[in-house]
């Protein structure tokens, strides 16, 4: 049997008497006080008044969303151009000079104090690098250990530079104190 | 229906369910409950999900209240707070079988439709209608959670078209378009059945 439209509209129809008996909804009322004084209980004071305030705020600016937000659009955009004509019309002007200007003042004591102090390099050691090639038993008799572990054929130990890929000014000596590098870079920079 | 209920009346818990009255939104409660668990209730085919969710729809409500400035009905907007909520709720339970209630309200006996469906008398009508039922159940429970609430609003509920789209945000043109296909992915699955 083929069910026809209107058989199953029919059908449809009955289905709204599925319902709970009447008490169900009485019962269904106190259920929902109970759990709404259970949640206000449960949450912050300042929880249930924030939440009422968004609310009462969206619809605020569900309102007055368009006007608001193409006005601040418009503002922000303004101030922004403006600004940038500013900046083209005196480029040594303004904020960004004066900030420049103190950033120059702060480095030129320690760009000084570092220029004289390379002048002077710091005499700790053999100016050149060292490149040293060790076989055998090491000859310092108060570290035995290198020379039990040589005996018993561990490893040639090599000292070298790093060969002809350095740079004239990496080639220099680095003296290295602790782990602070006395090295040639500024201690600040900006 | 919008027209079984006075907008006024409606307006009038609303403005003192927002200054702040509980008193109010109880009556608002009471009113549309009915008609929501009727809802919920055939879209989820369970009590107690039914229960559950209804109770969550009338706590978003209330919180929600102060934010409702009346461009749609009530009744429209707890409507709308309804089927989302049932929807996101179906999309979270998968495909979890729950057949509807068996048993009808007395009053049922008295509807014309019944009355013409059974006219006959015959025990062997009244057992095929009492299994096309069942299988109408199972039938729309195959149906997607959007076309299940179409179905629900306008052939359980008689809502129209026009309140059905302005309650899930659509045109007219879809509701109907929605429509006509669930009726016939029922008509198929009834069909099979025989």
């Known amino acids: ?190 | 229906m919008t027209e079984e209920t006075p907008l006024s009346e409606d307006a009038e818990w609303v403005a003192r369910a927002q200054a702040g009255d509980p008193a109010a939104f109880d009556a608002l409660v009471v009113k549309y409950s009915p008609r929501l668990y009727g809802l919920v209730y055939h879209m989820t085919s369970n009590h107690e999900d039914t229960n559950d969710l209804l109770q969550e729809i009338f706590a978003k409500a209330y919180r929600s209240i102060p934010g409702f400035r009346g461009k749609s009905s009530f009744y429209t907007w707890v409507h709308s707070i309804a089927v989302n909520m049932t929807i996101n709720f179906l999309k979270k339970r998968g495909k979890r079988n729950h057949l509807s209630l068996d048993d009808m309200d007395s009053g049922v006996q008295n509807d014309k439709e019944y009355i013409e469906l059974t006219a006959t008398s015959d025990p062997v009508r009244e057992a095929n209608l009492s299994e096309l039922q069942m299988r109408l159940n199972e039938a729309m429970q195959k149906l997607s959670h959007d076309h299940r609430a179409v179905v629900t609003m306008f052939d359980i509920q008689g809502m129209p078209h026009a309140e059905i789209a302005r309650i899930l945000g659509i045109s007219e043109g879809t509701v109907r378009s929605r429509l006509f296909y669930a009726h016939r992915q029922l008509q198929n699955y009834l069909e099979e059945f025989h």
């Open chain 1, 1 to 190: 049997m083929a069910v026809d439209d209107e058989t199953l509209s029919k059908l449809l129809r009955l289905k709204r008497y599925e319902q709970p008996p009447p008490e169900y909804f009485d019962n269904f009322l106190r259920e929902f006080q109970q759990r709404q004084r259970a949640e206000m209980l449960r949450r912050p004071a300042w929880r249930v008044a924030w939440e009422r305030l968004a609310t009462r705020l969206n619809g605020f600016f569900d309102s007055y969303s368009t006007l608001s937000y193409a006005g601040a659009s418009v503002a922000v955009i303004g101030v922004a151009a403006a600004f940038t004509v500013q900046m083209l019309k005196h480029p040594g002007s303004g904020a960004i000079s004066s900030f420049a200007e103190q950033r120059t003042a702060i480095q030129q004591p320690y760009q000084e104090a570092y220029a004289e102090s390379y002048q002077e390099p710091v005499a700790l050691a053999a100016a050149t690098p060292v490149e040293a090639v060790r076989r055998g038993p090491v000859s310092i008799p108060s570290m035995d250990r290198f020379t039990l572990n040589a005996r018993f054929g561990m490893p040639e130990v090599r000292f070298q530079s790093s060969g002809p890929r350095q740079s004239a000014q990496s080639r220099q000596p680095r003296y290295i104190l602790d782990t602070r590098p006395a090295s040639y870079e500024a201690s600040y920079s900006f």
